[in-house]
């Protein structure tokens, strides 16, 4: 039996259509004119303290205030054009009958989150108007109404796609279903309570996976998992969740992601991209995998210099991918070689995680600056002998003709531009032009001007669609990084993360056991946070007893920042992974099978740089 509501009456049907188009269009208007601010804006900070010689207090608030509405505005319009990262490799797999309830129950599970942290985004407003900015001189609950704006917005976008629904079977199977796990979990609240940190098995493995796994976005995954542990297993309040994930989608760092996404798409549509590839494909197009080199080289070079492994990657994909493919890549072997070349890159300065470790744990950075360099640079040569190996039963006559040099030469000159821009990029940061966050307006202003002067493209009619295109996937990926965020917070406030110090502490078999543990540790807390938060959370409580057993504080930080990297990139968990497939958007489950390898690669660069200390410290 089919909802006949919109499908059997065509004035409803109109007038349904009419009010879902509206919301559309008012969400991307808000969203595009929201991502032209935060680059003027930055522009202007940066030429006003490095030309006029005066900062602007107000701006990084500003940027910060509307930063959150753009994370909210663009998970809205990644929620109604269906583009949430998700796994839906066992969706798939099912047969036909029962497709139209995994879609259902995709909507009805995140819908279900949206309607329960309704009432705490409110709440979270009441709280957050008691303060004032101090540099904006207004209320903090004009930020915080980007969470509830946020929220009403997807719970409408749920209703429409709801109402789209061909069959009322599915969605009532779906209810059931969500209805029956809440009042399960509910109704096991005195023994959740009485099993201790075994409840977090309950909420953040078993309520994590059979989200993930039956289709549900993962961003939605973590935010209901996180939700049910306070909700049920906590008496704290609820405006928590919404407090939590306001942190992690609002740090100021993370505004260089859909900045450096604006960036690799106007390399791209100005002909940079098109240039720089030219080049790259006559300097090694001829050798089998040769832009698989490149990819690895590339990611080395300016990694770091956005602060974000989720930056880094949107400033390269755009300007790699299209011509790999063309080169005969398939898309699965692409992001997987992109997740294992950004799980590589964070212990190469200057990175911001090795800031944060630094400052949190009382290492010197200068010395993790020094010491992050080789390790990153053996995981990368792992990489490259894998890529060999992939590509050593190619015939080279397969590959194409090795260009003159002449060719090679005039090739040279027309990418220069481009080729030049990373370096731009990173002399602005390192002279203090701007910082890792403001570098890439000037990256976008430098990409402008050689579109308009030197390569002569520029299409004024591409720039709208690339506004709101950005803030979807800047979107999508921040509420997943949001979402994780609570999932932190959650297991610091349970005392998880003060027991696992105590257990770490009473190990047998001294600094080679510790080691192994940690590994085994990081790569698990690098699977459901962000490097960040889970260096925050444990770094205080582990690298003291690093020092005891005998590991180096500096060998011990790259231990630690590798084994997460695995852990960030490696499904079906890693946040990374799904990051890399949302900004080419790709097909997780394509990838699925080619990172394996990658992941064992990685491993083994991993056991080298712990087996072997001087390969970190050796230097300083």
């Not at 005066?54 to 109604?80: E, K, N, T, Y």
Request: aromatic letters at 10%; charged letters at 10%.
């Amino acid at each position: 039996m089919r909802i006949a509501l919109v499908e059997n009456h065509p004035r409803i049907q109109s007038v349904f259509a009419g009010l879902e188009r509206a919301l559309v269009l008012l969400t991307e208007a808000v969203a595009g004119l929201l991502v032209a601010a935060e680059i003027v804006l930055l522009l202007i900070g940066v030429i006003s303290r490095y030309v006029f010689r005066h900062s602007l207090v107000w701006s990084d608030s500003l940027a910060s205030l509307l930063f959150l509405w753009l994370a909210m505005m663009g998970a809205v319009i990644a929620f109604q054009r269906n583009e949430h990262m998700r796994m839906g490799t066992f969706v798939r797999a099912a047969s036909a009958r029962w497709q139209p309830y995994w879609q259902a129950l995709s909507i009805v599970a995140p819908l279900a989150f949206l309607l329960l942290v309704c009432g705490a985004t409110i709440d979270y407003i009441v709280d957050e108007s008691n303060l004032t900015d101090p540099a904006l001189n207004i209320s903090n609950a004009w930020r915080a109404a980007a969470m509830p704006a946020g929220v009403c917005l997807m719970i409408a976008s749920s209703l429409f796609q709801l109402a789209r629904l061909e069959h009322w079977r599915p969605l009532l199977a779906a209810l059931v279903l969500t209805f029956a796990v809440g009042v399960g979990l509910y109704a096991l609240q005195p023994v959740l309570g009485e099993i201790g940190h075994w409840n977090l098995v309950v909420f953040f493995v078993g309520v994590v996976a059979l989200c993930v796994f039956s289709g549900v976005p993962i961003a939605f995954s973590f935010a209901l998992a996180s939700f049910g542990y306070l909700s049920i297993a906590t008496k704290l309040p609820l405006l928590v969740m919404a407090s939590r994930m306001d942190q992690g989608m609002s740090q100021i760092v993370l505004l260089a992601v859909p900045l450096f996404v604006i960036l690799g798409m106007l390399m791209e549509m100005t002909g940079m991209a098109k240039a720089l590839v030219a080049f790259l494909a006559n300097v090694l197009g001829h050798v089998p995998g040769g832009l698989s080199y490149v990819l690895v080289g590339a990611m080395y070079l300016v990694s770091g210099i956005s602060g974000s492994k989720s930056a880094d990657m949107a400033a390269l994909a755009p300007v790699l991918y299209p011509e790999m493919r063309a080169r005969g890549t398939k898309p699965g072997e692409f992001v997987a070689l992109l997740s294992a070349t950004a799980a590589q890159t964070e212990t190469i300065p200057p990175s911001l995680v090795l800031i944060i470790l630094g400052s949190v744990t009382s290492v010197s950075i200068g010395a993790l600056f020094t010491g992050g360099l080789l390790p990153g640079l053996v995981v990368g040569l792992m990489l490259c002998v894998l890529v060999w190996w992939r590509h050593r039963h190619i015939d080279d006559s397969a590959a194409e003709a090795r260009p003159r040099a002449r060719e090679v030469l005039r090739s040279f000159w027309i990418a220069l531009p481009a080729l030049a821009l990373p370096f731009v990029i990173r002399l602005a940061v390192v002279e203090g032009v701007a910082t890792a966050t403001e570098v890439s307006t000037i990256g976008i202003v430098y990409a402008i001007l050689a579109g308009l002067v030197i390569y002569r493209r520029f299409d004024v009619r591409r720039i709208w669609p690339i506004l709101v295109g950005t803030a979807a996937l800047s979107g999508a990926i921040l509420l997943i990084i949001g979402a994780a965020t609570s999932m932190a917070w959650c297991l610091t406030q349970s005392g998880f993360s003060d027991a696992l110090a105590d257990i770490f502490a009473q190990l047998p078999g001294g600094k080679i056991t510790f080691v192994v543990a940690s590994i085994v540790l990081f790569v698990v807390l690098g699977s459901l946070l962000e490097g960040i938060p889970a260096i925050v959370l444990f770094g205080p409580l582990l690298f003291p007893i690093a020092e005891t057993v005998g590991v180096h504080p500096v060998h011990y930080a790259m231990i630690a920042i590798l084994a997460m990297g695995m852990g960030l990139f490696a499904p079906p968990f890693g946040v990374g992974y799904y990051t890399a497939c949302a900004i080419n958007r790709i097909n997780p489950e394509e990838g699925m099978r080619p990172i394996v390898a990658y992941m064992v690669a990685l491993g083994v660069g991993l056991v080298l740089v712990a087996a072997i200390p001087w390969i970190s410290i050796g230097f300083l």
